[in-house]
């Protein structure tokens, strides 16, 4: 059961919405999904920015309906409300996350240097650092209302990740040394993401495609995309229509649009 929170980080909802300059904020001490009470809000009519922010989840996921662990007091699990104007290349939507995510989180853990792993991920030091999950519905021929959730893992020592995680996971804690105001972290990726993916663009260029290109923790390495596309070879970047490229082994050149990306 869902319930509500009067304050997070000893500030309480109308003070960080204030803070963040964004609409409004809802807080949970516990939700089943940030994504989905998002998404309730949206469809009764919630503005573009309004947050929604959980100390615990008790069915947070990932893509692909896989389940992300998220306990309470250690990290930052919130979704944010997006109404994008026109949506031509929905792909782009987790991929901009991602990048302001990157963007945000940087300042809180130099010199370390935070990175973009298609199509989901941020990393640090080549660990998982932060998810994100992007949902939406069409109106007609217009983009509806889309949710952007995103977890970001703060105040984990190593052993606070299940067994199964700690080779592959990270915190900001574990690569900066010290595990910054979670609320100053929330506010400041809130403000990124709606600056870059508030209405996002119909294909990427520009400086946005040399930020993205400059933070792509794949691009160079031998990779293995399992899902709709299949295939083994080197990561080439990401296309302006947020597209995977990969040199398949065999020499051809691959778009991948959707998948699972693994180093090889």
Do not use: Y
Not at 237 to 261: E, K, M, N
């Amino acid at each position: 059961m869902n319930e509500r929170a009067e304050r997070w980080e000893g500030a309480t909802a109308t003070e960080l919405a204030a803070r963040w300059g964004v609409p409004a904020v809802h807080l949970f001490h516990t939700v089943g999904s940030t994504n989905d009470e998002a998404r309730a809000l949206a469809d009764g009519g919630a503005p573009a920015g309004t947050v929604v922010l959980a100390e615990d989840q008790l069915a947070g996921r990932g893509r692909g309906g896989r389940g992300w662990v998220s306990p309470p007091g250690l990290g930052i699990w919130m979704t944010v409300v997006l109404r994008p104007a026109t949506l031509p290349a929905p792909g782009l939507l987790p991929i901009l996350v991602g990048l302001a995510a990157a963007e945000a989180i940087d300042d809180f853990v130099r010199p370390a240097r935070a990175q973009v792993k298609w199509p989901n991920d941020v990393h640090l030091a080549g660990r998982k650092v932060a998810g994100i999950l992007c949902e939406g519905a069409w109106e007609a021929d217009r983009p509806g209302a889309v949710v952007a959730g995103i977890g970001i893992n703060c105040g984990q020592s190593g052993g606070d990740f299940p067994p199964e995680l700690q080779p592959v996971a990270t915190s900001l804690r574990i690569s900066a040394g010290w595990a910054p105001p979670r609320a100053e972290v929330a506010g400041s990726i809130v403000r990124t993401i709606l600056r870059l993916a508030g209405n996002p663009p119909a294909q990427l260029g520009g400086a946005l495609l040399d930020a993205l290109r400059g933070r792509d923790a794949l691009e160079g390495r031998a990779v293995v995309v399992t899902g709709a596309t299949p295939v083994t070879g080197t990561a080439l970047g990401v296309s302006p229509a947020g597209a995977l490229l990969v040199r398949s082994d065999a020499g051809v050149l691959r778009t991948v649009r959707s998948g699972t990306v693994r180093l090889a």
